[in-house]
Structures are given as structure tokens and as C-alpha cells.
């Protein structure tokens, strides 16, 4: 195959699934390389779950919604969030920076608003057919040389299954908006324990009668700012730490900077941390601690606008959210591609190439300790270093899968919530190997770039 942008005459046609920021930046690759780029996009606009959509069914952003990681570790590499953005920037910033984003490497020209993917099948030729209904036709088939798929991990939600009905108000955080009028003066439940979890309750409980929180599981709650950084920040430049010491300094910190955990109520942690991916959040156990944030343990059944807990107890609620996460799901695939809804550990070669199928690339399916946006454009490049014959997969693939499984980045903990979780530091490094063998060049990381952190060595060392 010939190296460099094809040719005019060999020129490859992708397709590429999600015109959120993972499928920006596969496209914004797939152009510099020379490709006919054909983005779908079910949406009206770019930026994926960060398009604030009041519409039901449509995951999105909320009102308050913020970055979890910070500018710093959260920018493409290539193209700097503005100077004037906070640490943590909103969501409609963050939204404007895909836009130009999207502007800048011209992939707006390539995206189909408003067209959904109803099924891609893979031809005998190594290419795909892609079938879709939408806005320009009610429905319309044309056939691809390769696919990336980047529609997203939190699409499909994740309910809890409980015993009895609840007959008050009964929503998902897929569904979340705000917390308005509707919920002043209401008895509320939040259900689960991670970063959406968190934000609800400390939302709801600005305007809500009571709050109260149900983990069925122990947490970490990490701080937005650590020694006077962002948390990714000071994770950064301790990343030298060999694993087992950067966990137990964290947990030595954290313990430091916030006491156990079981003396105001919630479960001690029984995993050191980076074995499960943190909440990060500086408000939640202020709210705990200043009694405006009620722990509860886990539900055990629903019974009418009551809940029955594990210990016995029993209440009433107006308001149930449940933030229990979302399957891993491309309906569009059939199952014998791709099934990633029930699977503890994702088959996936740099958590994005498939054993057997040819020409298809999963752009931004993992869960890292820090922004996915970053690594999805790694990955978006190496796949299109392979296309253009600049790079190739393992010839033992099976084998390279079965050693990425067998060695985590962490000793994560079993779950679906952990199936594709990866270290950011480490996975961005394996990644940017690969690139440079490819001859591809990749730019400095962030932290070594002017304007953004470097701790004081005797923090760094401590």
C-alpha cells in the first residue's frame, strides 16, 4: 500500500460515526491524510453530550455542567483552549471550542446533521456499508473503505433494577437538565456515586427540601484542586511514582484533607485509590458535612413513593434520580462485531481495533483516569497511519489483546464500569510510541507547554 495521502485515484472514503469532540478528531485526522471524510451526526450541531438539549432521550450537559479535568489536560494538542478560559471551563465554552474546533481543520464541511446510522455491515471487499435515516433522506446506503465509530459511551442509560414500583418522579441523569422550580421544597433521592451523582446532589440540594444520597458502593472523592492546582495537575507531576506508592500517598492525602469517610456517614473505601475511577468533586462533602446532603445506604425496593434501604429504614420521596451510569452500546453493529453492553473486558487492541473485523476503528471508547478527547485524536491517528500504510496492527492480534487485558494500567476493580478504563499518562504513552514508529509526528504534552503548571520540586517529592 502506498504511504503518505493517497492519491486522487486511491483516494479512501470514511465514515465516521459522532460529530462529538472523539469524532472531530477523527475526522480532522482522516483529512490531514488525505481521506474523503463523510461524518454522521443525528444531532443539529457539533459537540456530542455537550450540547445542552432540553429534549428527552437526547444525553447532554446540564446547566451547571463544568469539566471534571482541567484546561490544562483536556485540550487537544494542537489547537490550545483559549487564554481567558477558567481551569474548568463551563459547558457552553467548552462547546464553542469544539465549534472552532470543527472550524479550524475543516470538518464541519464534511458532517450530515441530522442523519442517524440505522446499521453498518462490513462488505466482502474490507470495506462498510453504511444505512441511515435522517433529515436529507428518509433513508440512504453508500459504501465506505473504513468506519470510526465515535458515537459515545453514554447514550444508552444503565437503570437500577429494584423490587416494587415508585410511583413519584422517577428520572435517569441521562434525562437531567436542572434543577428548577419543579424541585423546590421536594424530599429527593440520588442513586449512585460517581461524578454525575455527585453534581445532582449538590445541585438539588440549592432548592430541594432534603437531599439524600444512596451508595451501594464505597467511593473516592477527589477535590477539583489539590495543593492549589487542578487535581490532573498535581496527578501529572507525580506520575513518576512507582503505582503502588502514588496510591498509598493518595490515600495518605486524601485522608489528610478530608478524614474517614465513615464519620459523617458515607462507606470507608475498601480499594486503594486509582483501583476505580474517582468522583471528582469539591462540593459534595461540604454538603455532607454541613447536613444539606443526607448518605444513605443502598436501596433495597420501591414501595409506592417510599424507599426501603438495606438497613431496614424506610422513607418517602417526591424525586428519584438515578445515576447509574450507561451501557456500552453500538446498536448499529451486530453483535457478532461488536458487543461491548455486558462485557467486563473489552476485546479491543489499544481499546480501539477489533480481533476480526477489517477497517474499523472505535475512536474514544475508553474510560481514562483524565480526558478522553486527547487520547481519542492519538488513537484517530493511528488508525489513519495505518490506512495510509504507514503503521501496522500486530500480526498476532488475538495476542496483543489477550497481554492488554492480563495487564491493566491499575489494578482496577471488576466491573463494567472499569471494562475500558485506562491510565492517561501511560495510555497516551503507548499510543505516542506507535505514532512515532509510524513516523507520525505528535506535539508536546501539555504540561510542558508555556502558561500551564509545574509544581515546586519539594511538592513534587514529598
Not at 203 to 227: C, D, G, H, N, T
Not at 236 to 246: D, S
Not at 257 to 267: A, E, I, N, T
Not at 308 to 326: L, M, S
Amino acid at each position: 500500500m502506498k504511504t503518505g495521502p493517497a492519491s486522487q485515484q486511491q483516494r479512501r472514503r470514511i465514515a465516521i460515526i459522532g460529530a462529538g469532540p472523539c469524532g472531530l478528531a477523527a475526522a480532522k485526522n482522516a483529512l490531514a491524510a488525505g481521506f474523503e471524510t463523510v461524518v454522521y451526526e443525528k444531532g443539529n450541531r457539533v459537540g456530542g453530550n455537550w450540547v445542552l438539549d432540553a429534549k428527552t432521550g437526547h444525553s447532554s450537559v446540564y446547566e451547571n455542567t463544568h469539566l471534571i479535568s482541567s484546561k490544562a489536560w483536556s485540550e487537544f494538542e494542537d489547537f490550545p483552549m483559549p487564554d481567558d478560559y477558567p481551569e474548568y471551563p463551563r459547558h457552553d465554552l467548552v462547546l464553542a471550542y469544539f465549534e472552532a474546533y470543527a472550524q479550524a481543520f475543516g470538518v464541519a464541511k464534511c458532517i450530515r446533521f441530522e442523519e442517524e446510522v440505522i446499521k453498518a455491515s462490513p462488505l466482502a471487499n474490507g470495506g462498510w456499508r453504511v444505512e441511515t435515516e435522517g433529515k436529507r433522506s428518509k433513508k440512504n446506503s453508500e459504501d465506505f473503505d473504513a468506519l470510526f465509530v465515535a458515537n459515545g459511551h453514554h447514550n444508552l442509560p444503565r437503570w437500577p433494577k429494584f423490587e416494587g414500583k415508585f410511583t413519584g418522579q422517577l428520572l435517569h441523569s441521562h434525562d437531567f437538565k436542572s434543577v428548577g422550580e419543579s424541585w423546590r421544597g421536594k424530599n429527593v433521592l440520588v442513586i449512585g456515586g460517581g461524578n454525575s451523582a455527585a453534581d445532582v446532589a449538590v445541585e438539588a440540594a440549592r432548592v430541594a427540601k432534603s437531599v439524600q444520597l444512596s451508595m451501594r458502593s464505597s467511593q473516592w472523592f477527589v477535590p477539583k484542586f489539590i495543593l492549589g492546582v487542578p487535581a490532573d495537575v498535581f496527578s501529572a507531576q507525580t506520575r513518576f511514582l512507582p503505582r503502588i506508592v502514588k496510591q498509598y500517598t493518595t490515600k495518605w492525602l486524601l485522608r489528610l484533607l478530608q478524614g474517614r469517610y465513615s464519620k459523617f456517614g458515607l462507606p470507608d473505601n475498601d480499594v486503594l485509590p486509582l483501583s476505580q475511577h474517582p468522583t471528582l468533586n469539591s462540593d459534595l462533602l461540604d454538603y455532607v458535612r454541613h447536613g444539606r446532603i443526607k448518605p444513605r445506604p443502598a436501596v433495597h425496593k420501591f414501595e409506592g413513593k417510599s424507599v426501603r434501604f438495606v438497613d431496614g429504614t424506610r422513607q418517602a420521596f417526591d424525586i428519584i434520580c438515578c445515576c447509574t451510569g450507561f451501557w456500552m452500546a453500538t446498536p448499529f453493529l451486530d453483535s457478532s462485531i461488536a458487543e461491548f453492553q455486558n462485557a467486563g473486558k473489552v476485546r479491543l487492541y489499544r481499546k480501539m481495533i477489533p480481533e476480526t473485523a477489517k477497517n474499523l476503528y472505535f475512536v474514544g471508547f475508553i474510560q481514562p483516569l483524565g480526558c478522553i478527547w486527547p487520547l481519542a485524536d492519538y488513537q484517530a491517528r493511528l488508525a489513519c497511519a495505518e490506512l495510509s500504510g504507514k503503521w501496522s496492527r500486530p500480526a498476532d492480534l488475538r495476542g496483543a489483546i489477550d497481554y492488554e487485558i492480563a495487564h491493566p494500567h491499575q489494578n482496577y476493580k471488576a466491573g463494567l464500569r472499569h471494562a475500558t478504563e485506562v491510565d492517561y499518562h501511560r495510555f497516551r504513552s503507548e499510543l505516542g510510541a506507535d505514532l512515532r514508529r509510524a513516523g507520525v509526528e505528535i506535539g508536546q504534552s501539555p504540561a510542558g507547554r508555556k502558561g500551564h503548571y509545574k509544581l515546586p520540586p519539594k511538592i513534587v517529592a514529598f
